[in-house]
């Protein structure tokens, strides 16, 4: 369910950015200012650049058992990366299309052209 004040700006108060007559385009103070993008991007790449470190790390060492080493979670329960993956799948499932892969019309047809019978 949606929060009420969600529906009546309160929160969710979207501001369109302006254009004016010399041609600047002013937005909103509570926009994001172009610079933290960059930002977000360095940091973001940073982060799946230590993800593949720790997989290969973790592949290297472990092996095919990799999936099943323990992690400790920031509530201090125990977990291995399997489960781990699991219930988070479970959560993205929840959010809807944001979990789902989709499927096109476009990549039907290059997984036809990859088998090797797809002019049958």
Known sequence: MVHPKLLT?????????????DGVVTIPDRWLHLHYYE?????????NALRVFVYVVL?????ERWADTTLQLADGEQSTIAATAARRL????????LGYEITSPLNVFKQRRAHPNHLL
């Open 9 to 21: 700006g309160g929160v969710m108060d979207w501001k369109s950015a302006s254009t004016k007559g």
């Open 39 to 47: 930002a977000l991007n360095i940091l973001c790449r940073m982060e």
């Open 59 to 63: 592949k290297g060492t472990f092996k």
């Open 90 to 97: 479970a959560q993205a499932k929840g959010f809807g299309y």
